[in-house]
């Protein structure tokens, strides 16, 4: 009797493991699929990265981050604790994180909240008066950040 309650237990116990590896098997790829869709998404909703190339900071991106952004992200207290007002602010990103991917602008917060695509609260710029960054600004970011965001 001990023997067959010892069996059934082993047994037992190997089908709860292997349901589990089965179960976060499934949910694995479920989880992949879900992020590499996103993506795809995001990128087939973003304007084109500019072709332009040698794209900086400095001269490229500033002009736009101090007409659009830097109103709320510079000074003392940013909002967010992102400071736009310098690359080192930017690079740094915010208190909960990068937001910009060096290499790579469809994973980039930055790109995503300037362009509305995702969450509408995160959507870039805010406030009264604020007006929404052209296809061409936006891919002239993304083209930075895919450049490496130098």
Excluded: Y
Aim: glycine share 8%; proline share 5%; net charge positive.
């Amino acid at each position: 009797m001990q023997i067959v309650r010892a069996t059934k237990k082993l047994l037992h116990m190997k089908m709860t493991k292997l349901a589990i590896a089965t179960f976060a098997t499934v949910f694995g790829f479920c989880i992949a699929a879900s992020a590499d869709d996103v993506k795809a998404a995001a990128s087939a909703s973003l304007p084109p990265a500019s072709a332009k190339s040698g794209v900086t900071f400095a001269a490229d991106i500033k002009p736009i981050v101090d007409a659009s952004c830097v109103k709320c992200h510079s000074g003392v207290k940013p909002k967010a604790g992102l400071k736009l007002d310098s690359l080192d602010g930017a690079l740094k990103g915010t208190k909960n994180g990068l937001v910009i991917v060096a290499g790579d602008s469809v994973k980039s917060i930055f790109v995503l909240s300037v362009a509305h695509v995702g969450n509408p609260d995160s959507f870039m710029p805010k406030g009264k008066g604020a007006k929404p960054l052209t296809p061409e600004q936006i891919g002239l970011i993304r083209a930075w950040i895919d450049q490496g965001a130098k």
